[in-house]
């Protein structure tokens, strides 16, 4: 793949912005503090594997009762302030980087 110069300069350009959001900052932040309790950790990142692939389920299957039930089992985990802040941070950074990249598939044409 070679796409010029210019374009590699603004992705650069895009991507020490978004180093500089104060949501990416939080979220840098909540990750060193979750990285503190290795097996806080591991649970925090099991429970996000479990729930990706709950939101990812073929269409028309009812995921309404996993969910809760997936929640239910991790709520302990979820009211620990490490694990929910870094949730909380992943998922408002994470929301930025869809956006973005939902803008440039919208004004594409393939």
Not at 9 to 27: F, G, P
Request: charged letters at 40%.
């Amino acid at each position: 793949m070679n796409y010029d110069e210019e374009i590699k300069r603004s992705v650069d350009e895009l991507i020490d912005r978004l180093k500089n959001t104060s949501e990416y900052k939080e979220y840098m932040h909540a990750t060193k503090v979750l990285n503190e309790s290795p097996d806080i950790k591991e649970k925090v990142f099991e429970f996000r594997k479990e729930n990706y692939f709950l939101q990812h389920a073929p269409a028309g299957e009812d995921i309404y009762e996993k969910v809760e039930k997936l929640r239910a089992k991790n709520e302990e985990l979820l009211y620990r302030p490490d694990a929910s802040d870094f949730l909380m941070t992943e998922w408002a950074f994470f929301g930025i980087v869809q956006d973005i990249f939902d803008r440039i598939m919208e004004n594409m044409e393939f």
